[in-house]
């Protein structure tokens, strides 16, 4: 996880320009949980078999509307920068993290919007609340069913890297995309999803 620590910053600059506002007037961090990877209400995670290794392939969040393969990003090794999702309305898994079910934390980005306001896969992840379910697919058929912690909302720049990536004893997810102003760069900010394991479906 040490490469996703060094580059993340430059994602936190590339998502936060040119998409937008996901929380409409908030300002600083929304949380509703704990951001360590504890489930809401400050309750441990029950025991989970961890799986092998298995890169995903689909992400379904029902609760936002996503339904949907996913595509692949790594290190732009030209720039040390995490690469972006290729087509808006797909996310990506990093593919430097950990694969869903392992243990340790899978990593997703994706775009809220186009520079074009083209809705991004991430369109309504402002309706998205702790307690929702994220399920990810995986290359060997293995649906992973993991539970959101939290989401938190960081200004830009300030996203909390060493817990964002931390490693986990159990497996877990981080979403990553962006808030902030379509036309202010300033108020741009980036959202981080919080998720554990909690089965397999």
């Given at each position: 996880m040490v490469v996703a620590a060094l580059v993340v910053f430059a994602v936190v600059a590339a998502f936060g320009y040119g998409l937008v506002s996901l929380f409409a007037g908030t300002s600083g961090s929304r949380s509703a949980a704990s951001d360590a990877?504890?489930?809401?209400?400050?309750?441990?995670?029950?025991?989970?078999?961890?799986l092998s290794y298995s890169p995903p392939t689909h992400l379904t969040i029902a609760a936002i509307g996503v339904d949907g393969a996913l595509?692949?990003?790594?290190?732009?090794?030209?720039?040390?920068?995490?690469?972006?999702?290729?087509?808006?309305?797909?996310a990506a898994w990093f593919s430097n993290s950990k694969t869903p079910g392992q243990a340790g934390p899978t990593v997703i980005i994706g775009y809220i919007s186009s520079g074009a306001k083209k809705p991004g896969v991430f369109a309504k992840m402002a309706e998205l609340r702790p307690g929702g379910e994220i399920r990810v697919t995986r290359t060997d058929a293995k649906t992973v069913v993991f539970t959101v912690d939290s989401i938190t909302e960081y200004p830009l720049n300030q996203m909390p890297t060493d817990k964002v990536f931390a490693a986990t004893a159990a497996p877990t997810l981080r979403i990553i995309t962006c808030g902030g102003s379509l036309h202010d760069a300033s108020t741009a900010s980036n959202v981080v999803v919080y998720a554990h394991m909690t089965g397999t479906g």
């Amino acid at each position: 996880m040490v490469v996703a620590a060094l580059v993340v910053f430059a994602v936190v600059a590339a998502f936060g320009y040119g998409l937008v506002s996901l929380f409409a007037g908030t300002s600083g961090s929304r949380s509703a949980a704990s951001d360590a990877g504890t489930p809401a209400g400050g309750s441990t995670a029950a025991a989970v078999t961890t799986l092998s290794y298995s890169p995903p392939t689909h992400l379904t969040i029902a609760a936002i509307g996503v339904d949907g393969a996913l595509q692949q990003v790594g290190v732009d090794s030209a720039r040390n920068t995490l690469q972006l999702p290729a087509k808006v309305a797909q996310a990506a898994w990093f593919s430097n993290s950990k694969t869903p079910g392992q243990a340790g934390p899978t990593v997703i980005i994706g775009y809220i919007s186009s520079g074009a306001k083209k809705p991004g896969v991430f369109a309504k992840m402002a309706e998205l609340r702790p307690g929702g379910e994220i399920r990810v697919t995986r290359t060997d058929a293995k649906t992973v069913v993991f539970t959101v912690d939290s989401i938190t909302e960081y200004p830009l720049n300030q996203m909390p890297t060493d817990k964002v990536f931390a490693a986990t004893a159990a497996p877990t997810l981080r979403i990553i995309t962006c808030g902030g102003s379509l036309h202010d760069a300033s108020t741009a900010s980036n959202v981080v999803v919080y998720a554990h394991m909690t089965g397999t479906g």
